[in-house]
């Protein structure tokens, strides 16, 4: 590998553009490497966390939910933004209680992503729950969502066909079904 400082750019200035309840846009003069300057434009999120329910008989719980930036329903894993203070892990649970109902007794971490690195500084954490026990759901105001379940070799074949294109849901399901010895070395 070559150094990364050879790749690095250096804010020059920094103005907010747009400062909403969950997305702030920013514009940075920024220096390039070869000492050249340019704009980036990029959104700050404050992170989020996915979660891969599985129940007691192997099958995955997801969620059917009408995205509106892309005016479609999509299939998802469940998850959501950190709130402020809380650590990935404290969202995971929070989302998963919060949007189906269930808590788990097992936890483990999968990893993270950064789902659009090019215009935003999200990370998702991805986690498994296990030992699912189903309480009661409170969905926010605001969220409507359909609970489905389906087999690993369903969402398999969802991927495949086009049916789940969340990146977020694709990424948490092929890391989930890597070989475990991967996971823990």
Known sequence: ?????????????????FDGVLLHVRRDT??????HTTLREYIRHPGAATIVPVLDDGRLLLERQFRYPNKTVLIEFPAGKCDPG????????????EETGYEASRWQALGKINP????????????VAEGLTLNES??????????????????AAAIER???????????????????????P
């Open 86 to 97: 809380e650590t990935p892990l404290v969202t995971a649970q929070r989302e998963l209680r």
């Open 30 to 35: 920024v220096r390039l490497p070869n000492g």
């Open 116 to 127: 659009l690195p090019a215009y935003s500084d999200e990370v998702i954490h991805l986690f």
């Open 1 to 17: 590998m070559s150094d990364d400082n050879a790749l690095r750019e250096t804010t020059i200035d920094s103005a907010v553009v």
């Open 138 to 155: 409170r969905h926010d105001a605001d969220e409507f969502l359909e609970l489905i379940t389906m087999t690993p070799a369903e969402v």
């Open 162 to 184: 086009g049916d789940i294109t969340d990146a977020k849901t694709v990424c948490a399901f092929f890391l989930w079904q890597r070989p475990k010895q991967l996971i823990h």
